[in-house]
Structure formats: C-alpha cells, structure tokens
C-alpha cells in the first residue's frame, strides 16, 4: 500500500512561515508529479504548487514569490516552504502523488491533509 503522510502544519502569524514536508511511503518505482493543494471552508480545493520528476515547478497565481515547492526523487518527498503568510493561505493542505508506479500498478494518490491556520 502506498502512503502518503504531511507534517508541518500548524499555527502561524501574519507574516510568518511554516514549512510542509510529504512523504510517500510504500513499494513505490517512480513518482511523475508531486504536488500540494488546500481547501478552505466553503472552497473547492485548489492546486498550490506542483512538481515534476525534473525539477519543473508550476505555483497558483496567490502563492507566486511566497512559497516555494521542492522535491527530493530518492526520498520522494515534496516540501512546501511559505513564507509571507497570510490569513488567506489558511486551509487544510493536501498532499498529491501524480502516477505512482509501484507494485499495485499506476495511481495516483492524497495525503490525508494537514491543517495551517494563519491568524494573530
């Protein structure tokens, strides 16, 4: 079975940072993409940043020179960085494993989420 499991989450104030880490866990070969995506109450959820297997990185138009997406292959393990935090970015964060070849075939697969909250 693969797993996918953030950390990092938590409280934050205006203005300051929090860095999420995912770690997929399982038989797994390769991994495409991995990405992160929030929900807020009442929202549908939203793709924050994504990243290729080559290092190719595409970021929402809210999170641009703010947060910053990163990927270790050998561990796969995605980070998100957020800097300049706003009341806004409060949200659960999700996790996402584009085609993840590994003993039980090609999937993709969510981490369960992680909850940010960002007030004074």
């Known amino acids: 079975q693969v797993q996918l499991v953030e950390s990092g989450g938590g409280l934050a104030q205006p203005g300051g940072s929090l860095r999420l880490s995912c770690a997929a866990s399982g038989n797994i070969f390769s991994i495409s993409a991995m990405g992160w995506y929030r929900q807020a109450p009442g929202r549908q959820r939203e793709l924050v940043a994504a990243?290729?297997?080559?290092?190719?990185?595409d970021y929402a138009d809210s999170v641009k020179g703010r947060f910053t997406i990163s990927r270790d292959n050998a561990k796969n393990t995605v980070y998100l960085q957020m800097n300049s935090l706003k009341p806004e970015d409060t949200a659960v964060y999700y996790c996402?494993?584009?085609?993840?070849?590994?003993?039980?075939?090609?999937?993709?697969?969510w981490g369960k989420g992680t909850l940010v909250t960002v007030s004074s």
């Open positions: 990243v290729t297997g080559g290092g190719r990185t």
């Open positions: 996402k494993a584009d085609r993840v070849r590994s003993g039980f075939g090609v999937m993709d697969y």
